[in-house]
């Protein structure tokens, strides 16, 4: 390339504000040099996308590109240009997967900085920008460029820099080496802008001068060992809204969607959504603390279209206006606005809704996207609580390696709010603290908007609305432990919710079930009874006629067995048992062998267990799933649902290789019974617990592990 500042005694060194981290940029020449298949993406607004240049050829990046051709003829370079006029960091953060990361990118130039002047959240925005990029998978280099107003010298590069610097991402300015020039009177502003905005041909030949000198530069000196950081690790300097972009569901109630299919980046009007009568609306439902929505604005000296109002949660008192026309004369503007910030995280609502028509409209309103944006919470693991029982034993501890002391170890509380058991968050931002306190204060962590909007007045969601329930102070609704059985437990019954509710205390009833971990040859355990009548079942209790009374089963690992409340069972000597229940420590003991414990025998609860206890019992096809039919419906890396009822559902990832996951309006609790893996690059083994907020979308697992996840059903 020739260097035409010369020309014009312009220091290309000067360009470079912020040399950063060239770690990226020295990989991507080094797997450029090695003949690699690479990807380059330019991404920014109009002058990214080449305005005022006689072609897109002609605009900066596509030159640059060419340059790293001829520079490694040997790699296979494929080029994007992802500008698209009048966008500002603030659409980018929306766009960037689907106008960016789709590409694969291995580097990208970044160019918003005149657009964010307009913008006054461009540090957060912009900082969301940067940190998705460098979140990508391909550890994408990544080179800011700051154009500014040749006639004032304006941009957005104070904040932009700021964040560059913070990150290591290396940023070159027009300011410093062209408007200086420009004020020095080196060069004349009409030389390369005809408007002191967008470069003409020279301005864009300048501008790619500045890459091709920067890279030069960096890749002649050389000499870094270094390795990208992990982004993760590096603290936010503005804030992370918008490193984490929520699509949400659309419904149409008047807007029809434009079936124009977009033919490349830049057709800014397809794939959206129109309205021309008044009343006609559209509802998006996604995640985030942010709304975003970018919309068509007309130019009114030639064309009309309606106005539209923005919605968040039916609150229609604080709508927004969005004009579907600006007074502007250079074309139609692609206009993006922040609908609504600092929200509680959780899932909400926007309508838009057309609330004024002209009759000179020429043109319908034309919404392009709406995007939510918001903290991605963190993914928390749990320590457990441990009890000791007299049937207990040491293979939670053998096998699970929890340390823990003692021979009688009964049962690991591995995910619990109870009191008897509360356990402790172990990592991020709530870490040491109990999982009680948690729930009570970050509500928006278990339950969405839009699983509370089903809820009355803040009741649990398993309780029936318009009972006495339903008033009852709301609680963790699960109980998730393993249970090492080294002798029989007790024939036992729990009570229903309402039972519990108003015999102990207000507790919570006890419906639960078994997921069954390990069984010795020939394990059984009881589930159910044999009496056919109420006053045959007291009769037999009160003979002492178990042998008869008892339905006992023979039982295998992997076997499933639901037990609901009024349902007699109890968990034979050796098995081990994974547990999911309603938050409940209710338990009615019927009979317990007359054994006696430290010379006397343990409390008995006849008559509770007389009063709840189901007659006749469930058949055993009702509460009893088969470990062959389990592996027979089971396919390697999919979620598999093994039971579901109206407390929770229970279901089972059987992690080969990698897997996907989404949580959306309420939370998900992990138990890992077997191997190791990553949950968004959280190290996880067998013997953890951890919940998944609600409303932390879609989440990557990868590794070999067996988990079984549970959530409640809303």
Same mark, same amino acid.
């Given at each position: ?14 360009? @470079?504000?912020? !040399? ?12 450029? !040099? ?7 993406? +330019? ?22 590109? %060419?340059?790293?051709?001829? &520079?490694? =003829? ?235 109002? +923005? ?27 922040? @609908? ?43 320590? =457990?609580? #441990? ?23 009964? !049962? ?60 009852? %102070? ?7 432990? @393993? ?11 729990? =009570? ?42 007291? !009769?037999?209790?009160?003979?002492? &006629? ?18 609901? =409340? ?26 317990? #062998? ?121």
């Amino acid at each position: 390339m020739d260097f035409l500042t010369k020309k014009y005694g312009i220091d290309l060194d000067d360009a @470079i504000i912020v !040399e950063g981290d060239k770690s990226r940029i020295l990989d991507f020449c080094g797997r450029a !040099e090695r003949g690699e298949k690479l990807s380059v993406v +330019a991404f920014g607004g109009s002058i990214t996308q080449g305005s005022l240049a006689t072609s897109v050829e002609k605009s900066y990046s596509a030159l640059f590109t %060419e340059w790293l051709r001829e &520079k490694f =003829p040997n790699a296979e370079i494929k080029y994007q240009n992802s500008g698209i006029g009048g966008t500002g960091s603030l659409l980018g953060s929306a766009r960037l997967e689907r106008d960016v990361a789709a590409f694969e990118p291995d580097l990208v130039m970044v160019d918003f900085s005149v657009n964010d002047l307009a913008n006054p959240a461009r540090g957060e925005t912009f900082e969301g920008v940067i940190r998705q990029l460098l979140s990508l998978p391909s550890k994408t280099a990544v080179i800011v460029l700051g154009n500014v107003y040749y006639s004032s010298g304006e941009s957005s590069q104070i904040e932009h820099s700021a964040v560059c610097r913070h990150y290591g991402v290396p940023m070159l300015s027009s300011d410093t080496s062209l408007y200086k020039a420009v004020l020095t009177g080196k060069i004349k502003r009409r030389d390369f802008t005809p408007d002191d905005l967008h470069p003409n041909n020279l301005g864009h030949h300048f501008l790619a001068e500045m890459l091709v000198n920067f890279v030069e530069k960096i890749n002649a000196e050389g000499g870094s060992d270094k390795t990208a950081e992990d982004i993760s690790k590096v603290p936010f300097i503005f804030s992370e809204t918008y490193q984490y972009i929520d699509k949400p569901f659309v419904t149409l109630n008047g807007f029809i969607a434009d079936e124009t299919k977009k033919t490349c980046v830049q057709d800014r009007f397809a794939e959206g959504y129109l309205a021309s009568e008044k009343g006609q609306s559209v509802i998006f439902t996604g995640v985030g603390t942010s709304i975003i929505a970018t919309y068509r604005q007309v130019v009114s000296a030639t064309d009309m279209s309606p106005e539209a109002v +923005a919605i968040v949660d039916g609150d229609a008192v604080n709508a927004v206006s969005l004009k579907g026309w600006f007074d502007e004369t250079w074309g139609e503007n692609i206009r993006t606005d922040i @609908i609504a910030s600092g929200l509680s995280f959780g899932r909400h609502t926007l309508e838009i809704k057309i609330n004024e028509t002209h009759e000179n409209d020429t043109k319908p309103f034309y919404l392009n996207e709406v995007s939510f944006a918001g903290k991605k919470p963190e993914i928390m693991l749990m320590d =457990p609580v #441990y009890t000791h029982n007299v049937w207990g034993g040491t293979r939670i501890r053998d096998d699970f390696g929890y340390q823990i002391d003692g021979d009688d170890i009964g !049962e690991c509380w591995g995910i619990s709010a109870h009191p008897n058991g509360d356990g402790t968050v172990r990592n991020g931002a709530f870490s040491g603290m109990k999982l009680s306190e948690v729930y009570k204060n970050h509500r928006e962590l278990f339950y969405s908007k839009n699983a509370d909007a089903k809820r009355q007045d803040g009741s649990c969601p398993f309780y029936e609305e318009g009972t006495q329930l339903d008033k009852k %102070e709301d609680v963790f609704p699960l109980l998730i432990k @393993i249970i090492d059985a080294k002798s029989d437990l007790s024939i036992q019954v729990h =009570p229903d919710d309402e039972y519990a509710f108003k015999n102990e205390n207000g507790s919570l009833g006890k419906k639960e079930c078994w997921y069954v971990l390990d069984a010795p040859e020939g394990a059984s355990l009881v589930v159910g009874h044999n009496a056919k009548t109420r006053d045959e079942l007291k !009769e037999m209790v009160a003979d002492g &006629k178990w042998s008869e009374l008892i339905r006992e089963i023979p039982v295998h690992k992997g076997d499933f067995i639901q037990i609901d =409340p009024g349902a007699v069972h109890a968990i034979k000597g050796g098995l081990l048992i994974l547990e999911t229940q309603q938050n409940s420590d209710i338990t009615y003991r019927v009979y317990d #062998y007359d054994r006696l414990y430290h010379g006397k025998l343990r409390q008995l609860h006849v008559k509770q267990s007389l009063d709840v206890i189901t007659v006749p019992a469930a058949p055993l096809d009702k509460c009893f799933i088969d470990h062959t039919k389990i592996d027979a419906d089971n396919t390697p890396d999919k979620v598999q649902t093994i039971y579901k009822c109206d407390k929770y559902e229970v279901m089972r990832l059987c992690l080969k290789n990698k897997a996907s996951l989404e949580v959306t309006d309420t939370f998900m609790t992990a138990s890992v019974i077997g191997g190791s893996a990553e949950i968004d690059g959280v190290k996880i083994k067998k013997g953890d617990f951890f919940i998944i907020p609600a409303g932390y979308g879609m989440a990557e697992l990868k590794g070999n592990a067996e988990i079984i996840l549970s959530t409640v059903i809303d």
